[in-house]
């Protein structure tokens, strides 16, 4: 396999890593928020950390399968696509501070910027899935993500308009 793409197992090891890093960004955002907004960033931290756990699930089956081929989960298209984005973009970014809910405004456009980019690296991993069980997930996880970024557009809107 060339070194330009990732292997299914490690496409998953970078979704769980990005779970992670969603669910640390609102539990740290629900330190600095109260009310609705408050229950929203806790809500979303309990979906990332399930969407880890899903992911953690299927990382633990298919690699417990030790004759399996890995490399079939994804094409070499969307695993070069894939390892591109995320060492531009999603483990590039600065680390938001442990007050940027101090800051509601700034806060929600990177969460929006974040749940976008999400959306964007899980829709081209479904789409270089033929099908099967990571196929599902994926769709389900898609649909939540697509959610948490329609909130935050919302309460922007609401922000810009007070």
Same mark, same amino acid.
């Given at each position: 396999?060339?070194? %330009?793409?990732? %292997?299914?197992? @490690?496409?998953?090891?970078?979704?769980?890593?990005? @779970?992670?890093?969603?669910?640390?960004?609102? #539990? %740290?955002?629900?330190?600095?928020? #109260?009310?609705?907004? $408050?229950?929203?960033?806790?809500?979303?931290?309990?979906?990332?950390?399930?969407?880890?756990?899903?992911?953690?699930?299927?990382? %633990?089956?298919?690699?417990?399968?030790?004759?399996?081929?890995?490399?079939?989960?994804?094409?070499?298209? +969307?695993?070069?696509?894939? !390892?591109?984005?995320?060492?531009?973009? +999603?483990?590039?970014? $600065?680390?938001?501070?442990?007050?940027?809910?101090?800051?509601?405004?700034?806060?929600? @456009?990177?969460?929006? !910027?974040?749940?976008?980019?999400?959306?964007?690296?899980? #829709?081209?991993?479904? !789409?270089?899935?033929?099908?099967?069980?990571?196929?599902?997930?994926?769709? !389900?996880?898609?649909? @939540?993500?697509?959610?948490?970024?329609?909130?935050? #557009?919302?309460?922007?809107?609401?922000?810009?308009?007070?």
């Amino acid at each position: 396999m060339s070194s %330009n793409t990732f %292997n299914g197992l @490690e496409i998953l090891k970078i979704a769980i890593l990005m @779970e992670e890093e969603g669910r640390s960004f609102y #539990t %740290n955002g629900a330190k600095y928020t #109260t009310g609705k907004i $408050k229950d929203f960033l806790l809500a979303a931290a309990g979906q990332e950390f399930l969407h880890k756990e899903q992911f953690t699930k299927l990382y %633990n089956d298919l690699s417990s399968k030790k004759d399996v081929d890995y490399d079939y989960l994804f094409d070499a298209e +969307v695993t070069s696509y894939l !390892k591109a984005l995320i060492e531009d973009k +999603v483990f590039d970014k $600065k680390e938001p501070s442990e007050d940027a809910f101090k800051d509601l405004k700034s806060a929600i @456009e990177y969460a929006v !910027k974040s749940e976008k980019l999400t959306v964007e690296v899980y #829709t081209k991993m479904y !789409k270089g899935i033929a099908e099967g069980e990571v196929k599902e997930v994926l769709f !389900k996880l898609i649909d @939540e993500e697509k959610a948490h970024i329609d909130y935050f #557009t919302k309460l922007l809107n609401e922000i810009d308009n007070d």
